[in-house]
């Protein structure tokens, strides 16, 4: 069982599809390879049938628990279901299956939460946070300016490249984004400023490896030798470690938390998504442009920002009436 959910997870990878994305789905097929077996003894997807899964779905939604001791969420129910019916599909595709018994799961509704936005005051101090005197403060302070002013991904930013961004002209080009499509966003005048301290300063420090060691700490080197050191690599990434290779999706989502626990408050890299499309709405941008700024393919993805909005709204005029 476990060889087919590899061949599955490797066909993602190279369709290009999110790391969240083939990282929940791994997930999810673990835990349902665990429950047919202690369940009902299965060892091969052919002897999985339509009821079973259903009653995986019931012990998913009744008995399983998180981390916290919680009972999972229908929108987490939803999610794991509909990695379990993309599975059997592809399973279908190649040939290895005859017919898909998650054909008809029914996946649960549940209503949307809305996004958690800051207010411009709150991502300013957020923003601000790095320590601009060293390369990594200023890589951080030009990462999070660029995710503030763009709207982009997680991933999206993780895989730029230095091709891919034009600061004479203010633009970011977005490769291979959610859907496999390209598209390319403007940069603010402070998102192009900070990247261009970062690509000049920071960035060649950090890709010759100077700042290799633990924490801050420099490696002691010979003043008259000016080539990079053995383990410096060359690559075309954008946002570099202290090791001189390509910043980790990981990397990118401990700084955020690092800085948000810093200055007391609650944050994620995708964070910065939904402040730059609150924000942009808040200040009268069209929601089409702020569509076409997020990638979205369907405009009901982008209108979950305006229910935000509409939120502010009547927060405002709740406070404002309790005035006495």
Known sequence: MNRAVDAYLA??????FSHSRRAHG???LERLILYLREAHSITDWRAVNETQLRDFAVYAATRHRSPRGKL????T???WLSSIRCFF????THGHLLHSPAARLVLPRGEQPLPHVLNESEIARL???PDIKTAIGLRDRAMMETLYATGIRHAEAQKLDLYDVDTAAHRLTVRLGKGQRDRMVPLTETAS???TRYVTVARPELAAGKLWGKGKRRIKRNRSQSSPTPWAISTPALWLAVTGRRLSYQMIADRIRDYALRVELKASVHTFRHCCATHLLRGGASIRHVQQLLGHRDLSTTEIY???EISDLQEAVETASNKP
Do not use: F
């Open 11 to 16: 066909e993602l990878e190279a369709r290009h």
């Open 72 to 75: 999972i969420s229908a929108a």
């Open 89 to 92: 599909a592809w399973q279908c």
């Open 26 to 28: 791994a997930r999810t």
């Open 193 to 195: 400023h900070w990247l």
């Open 77 to 79: 129910l939803r999610q």
């Open 127 to 129: 923003i601000e946070s």
């Open 306 to 308: 305006t229910h935000v």
